[in-house]
């Protein structure tokens, strides 16, 4: 079923905005790459090493003979990791000095890493793997519509009312202002497509939260012909692409 694939891989998805940069993010290249640079929604592998400021070494991949992958976007590392590896390039090797707040800020991490530690990581990108859904901008999103695909829009009911919505768009909301996933998304998403290989296109404001939701279901959940509107609907409205208001579904969650 559907259903309980959907909502196992939704139920595992950290989904958290980036905090405010209280303090910057200090990135420094040592060696610049050649290689395939790494972009959001890609999978990287790397070799790393962390210190705190007073020289401490707390972690390294090196001394494990095991190097580290994460897909860039799915909130799974601290925000200064998923900051200051973006835009990388295989062969390439970073120093990443990450302030508390993009780090473990006041909680710290267990008895490694103290309350507000500023980090120290020497970062290798070792290999890129390409994701697994394709970004659309607008002209491809007018033709998807032509052509009867499905669109979902995961945006809250307060953000269709603002913008309105694309025509003929199913709308379903994914998580809330805090980040607490539908749990009647799954449910309400088989109702549109019969499987994880339909064709289907997300769309949401700007596309960041369409992104990582394509991104975990193509890795996770086995959809095989997702297409994200990289730029969000925003970038329609400015296209002046046509939007009517929003006709609330039924079942409406945050309604």
Known sequence: ??????????????????????????VTDITIGTGEEANVGETVVVHYTGWLMDGTKFDSSHDRNQPFSFTLGERRVIPGWEQGVEGMKV?????????????YGRRGAGNVIPPNATLKFEVELLEVK??????????????????????????RPDEWKATGVLAGSHLITFFDEKGQVNPAFGDELQKVITGPGDEIVFICQSGNRSSVLSQHLSEKAGFTQIANVQNGIASWIEA????????????????
């Open 91 to 103: 062969g390439g090797k970073r120093e990443l000095i990450i302030p508390p707040e993009l780090g």
């Open 1 to 26: 079923m559907l259903r309980p694939i959907i909502a196992a891989a939704v139920s595992a998805l950290l989904l958290f905005i980036l905090p405010a940069q209280a303090e910057e993010l200090k």
């Open 130 to 155: 390409g994701k697994k859904f394709s970004d659309i901008g607008n002209d491809e999103l007018n033709a998807k519509l032509a052509a009867g695909v499905p669109v979902v829009d995961i945006r």
């Open 240 to 255: 002046e692409g046509a939007v009517g208001p929003a006709s609330l579904p039924d079942n409406c969650w945050l309604c």
